[in-house]
C-alpha cells in the first residue's frame, strides 16, 4: 500500500518537472499547453504526448445519514492528476488525507476526441487507509482496496469543459482492527466481527456518478469544481462506522481545487 502512494506521489512530481522543462521548446510532442488543454484534470479530452495536469484542492464530503444521527461533513485535502501517453491513453489518479483517512487512487484510461464531444473509459484502484489510534476510546485501523470501471464524457465548449463520469464500485479486500483482537472471518458477511477483519473476493458493492467542470478563473488559473454522487454498501469516507444491516448507503462528496 505504501509503495503504490509513493509511486503516484513521484509521478505527479515528474509531471510537473516534465512540463517546466518543455517550456520554450519546439517540439511536435510537448507544446506549450493552450487555454482549452489545461481543462483535463476530470475532462476525458485527448491531449498532446507526455503532457501532465496537477489540481490541488480541498473535498468535503457528507457521510450516510442512516450510519449517524445527522449529515456530518467529512472534509479532506487533495490532489488530482493525469498524464497523457500515447495512442489516446492516459494515467490518472488522485491523493488525499484528513489524518483518519488517507486514500491513493492510480488507473488508467482510454480516449477519443469527437467534434465538441470525448469520450473515454478506463480502470482504477483505489486504496483507503484509516487510522483513528491517537484519539482517547478509539483504537482502529482499516485497509481496503476497491477497484473502479469507469466510463465518461466530456463536453468540450469554448472555455468550459464539462465532463460526467460513471463508476462501478467492486469491493477486492478490506481489513479492519479494534484494538488489539484480530479474526478472520472470510467471505462470510453474516457472520462478521467488528473485531476483526474479512475479506471480500471481487464484490460489487455499488456505484457513482461524477459530474465537474473546468473553467478559467482569475488571469491564468483555472479551476476544476464537481460533486459525486455515491451509492454503496462500503462508502470508505465512513468506513469507521459500522453497516449493521449491510444496506446500499447514499454519500455525496463535494470537490474543489485550483489547476496547478
Not at 172 to 180: I, T
Amino acid at each position: 500500500m505504501k509503495q503504490l502512494l509513493v509511486i503516484w506521489l513521484v509521478l505527479l512530481l515528474s509531471v510537473r518537472v516534465t512540463v517546466k522543462g518543455a517550456e520554450g521548446a519546439d517540439t511536435a510532442l510537448v507544446k506549450p499547453a493552450t487555454e482549452d488543454e489545461q481543462h483535463y484534470i476530470m475532462a476525458a479530452t485527448a491531449v498532446d504526448w507526455w503532457r501532465g495536469g496537477l489540481s490541488a484542492g480541498v473535498v468535503f464530503s457528507v457521510l450516510p445519514q442512516p450510519l449517524t444521527e445527522y449529515p456530518i461533513p467529512a472534509p479532506m485535502i487533495e490532489l488530482r492528476g493525469r498524464f497523457a501517453l500515447p495512442l489516446n491513453l492516459a494515467i490518472y489518479g488522485r491523493l488525499g488525507s484528513n489524518i483518519a483517512t488517507n486514500i491513493g487512487q492510480i488507473g488508467a484510461m482510454w480516449t477519443l476526441n469527437l467534434p465538441v464531444v470525448s469520450l473515454g473509459g478506463g480502470l482504477s484502484g483505489f486504496i483507503t487507509y484509516g487510522n483513528i489510534t491517537y484519539i482517547d476510546g478509539f483504537n482502529v485501523v482499516h485497509e481496503r482496496l476497491t477497484f473502479y470501471p469507469m466510463a465518461t464524457a466530456s463536453l468540450r465548449l469554448e472555455k468550459v469543459t464539462l465532463t460526467a463520469r460513471i463508476e462501478a464500485e467492486v469491493l477486492s479486500y478490506r481489513r479492519s482492527r479494534l484494538g488489539d483482537a484480530e479474526g478472520d472471518n472470510g467471505n462470510d458477511r453474516k457472520n462478521q466481527d467488528v473485531i476483526g477483519y474479512t475479506r471480500y473476493d471481487r464484490q460489487l458493492t455499488g456505484g457513482a456518478i461524477t459530474l465537474s467542470i473546468e473553467q478559467p478563473f482569475w488571469k491564468n488559473t483555472h479551476i476544476l469544481l464537481g460533486v459525486t454522487f455515491a451509492y454503496s454498501r462500503t462508502p470508505y469516507q465512513a468506513w469507521f462506522l459500522y453497516n449493521t444491516f449491510d444496506d446500499r448507503l447514499f454519500s455525496t462528496e463535494f470537490f474543489a481545487g485550483f489547476i496547478l
